[in-house]
């Protein structure tokens, strides 16, 4: 079971329209980790 906690961040995924890499964080990013290219806020991930 996953605890629900109310001051964990939600993780969302973020792809880079420079190089296609997706990074899940929970943080807001403005760059690529990997690049330092623009990235784009794809959602949360859901099965
Ligand atoms: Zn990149």
């Given at each position: 079971?996953?605890?629900a906690d109310p001051?964990?961040?939600e993780e969302s995924y973020y792809?880079?329209?420079?190089c296609g890499s997706?990074?899940?964080?929970e943080d807001h990013?403005?760059?690529c980790?990997?690049?330092?290219g623009?990235?784009?806020n794809i959602g949360v991930p859901r099965e």
């Open positions: 079971m996953t605890r001051f964990t961040p792809e880079c329209l420079e997706r990074t899940l964080t990013i403005g760059s980790p990997a690049c330092g623009e990235v784009r």
